[in-house]
């Protein structure tokens, strides 16, 4: 998924002296105050600038990097084709920009392309050695690609070179996390987040980190916090909703659910969103379930696998919910999936679905002949 939120902790890196290189002051005019809007958070007007400077002047290396980077400010995933573009022809135009490489690999980890990414990093640190920015993302890279001691190891040499760069200890938390060691993680998540450029991905994770250790009162507050940041993002929700569950109470899970979820939101069709509303809907059912309300559980859990077929939890919640209701075929259908997919029902239960299956009174009738 983006994260937007390392446009603010790197800043619009080494803009001004690629600008420099271009002719025209109405250009570089353009491109400072596009920079300028950018920095304060006008993507829109940032937008508007970069695309008439580049323009006025359709070599203008600079212009392309900065829109590419005003494109990813947005935050949408249907920008992040026309982010690579702009990067690339930045690229094709000006070698040399060191940070049009970085935002470049940053779209291919959006895309899922680390191996892309990768390349494009070790050019950079081809090109300059030791630039702590692209240490710490190629450590992520490198977790991306089930490398999690190498992402520790160039992280550290990140923070090394710059002990502030926030996005090196949230980094290490995940290769932490990775290693099974959430103490560790716990640690650098909480670094992460004494920086003046926290994301809610921070807080976020450091919720859940929380939440494993049972440390609820934190959990809630630093979940609360990731919300405050970004209260339109569905996993902050999630999150708090997951909370709520696990404390027993539904009801304000279900308020967190609908936030999450808001009716008539749509959301990208890409395998990230599928996840994230297929977690919500099954954080429906779990709540439901608890207040012992059948048929809205049922649906629920029914529409996590329209999003997630495989999702063994789900088949299994649904076997159960089938058996006290009296339909003993789905139940079995759905207890064989559970099975399957490794989350199979307590053996009690399945041995009453299987009976209860087989009694006559539910036997398939014969068709006479």
Do not use: C
Not at 205 to 225: F, P
Not at 248 to 260: F, H, P, S
Not at 286 to 304: E, F, G, H, N, S
């Amino acid at each position: 998924m983006l994260l937007p939120w390392l446009l603010a902790s790197f800043g619009l890196l080494g803009w001004q002296g690629a600008a420099t290189n271009q002719s025209g002051g109405e250009v570089s005019g353009r491109l400072k105050a596009g920079s300028d809007y950018l920095q304060r958070g006008e993507v829109e007007q940032a937008v508007r600038e970069f695309k008439a400077a580049v323009a006025l002047d359709p070599q203008s290396a600079a212009g392309h990097m900065l829109l590419g980077q005003a494109y990813l400010a947005q935050r949408s995933l249907g920008l992040v084709a026309e982010a690579k573009a702009e990067l690339q022809q930045a690229l094709d135009l000006d070698p040399s920009l060191l940070w049009a490489r970085f935002y470049l690999a940053k779209v291919y980890i959006d895309l899922g392309r680390t191996d892309k990414a990768k390349e494009e990093l070790e050019r950079g640190l081809g090109m300059r050695p030791n630039v702590p920015h692209f240490l710490s993302l190629l450590g992520e890279v490198n977790r991306k690609l089930g490398s999690p001691e190498l992402s520790l190891e160039l992280n550290r040499k990140a923070l090394e070179a710059d002990p502030s760069m926030t996005p090196a200890h949230y980094y290490m938390a995940l290769a932490w996390m990775d290693l099974k060691k959430p103490e560790e993680a716990i640690r650098e998540l909480e670094s992460s987040v004494e920086s003046q450029y926290v994301a809610p991905e921070m807080y976020l994770t450091l919720g859940s980190q929380y939440i494993e250790k049972r440390r609820y009162r934190e959990a809630e507050e630093v979940v609360k916090k990731g919300i405050a940041l970004d209260p339109s993002r569905p996993e902050g929700h999630l999150n708090l909703a997951q909370l709520y569950n696990i404390q027993g109470a539904n009801d304000r899970a279900l308020a967190e659910l609908k936030l999450a979820i808001p009716e008539g939101k749509s959301f990208p069709t890409s395998a990230y969103y599928q996840q994230v509303q297929a977690d919500v809907l099954f954080e429906t059912g779990k709540a439901y379930q608890a207040k012992r309300l059948a048929p809205p559980a049922i649906q629920a859990y029914l529409r996590t696998l329209e999003f997630d077929p495989n999702r063994g939890l789900a088949h299994r919640r649904l076997a159960e919910l089938f058996l006290q209701q009296g339909d003993y075929g789905r139940a079995f259908t759905h207890a064989s999936m559970a099975e399957k997919l490794g989350s199979p029902v307590e053996p009690a239960l399945r041995e009453e679905i299987v009976r209860r299956r087989a009694e006559p009174a539910f036997a398939t009738p014969r068709v006479p002949r």
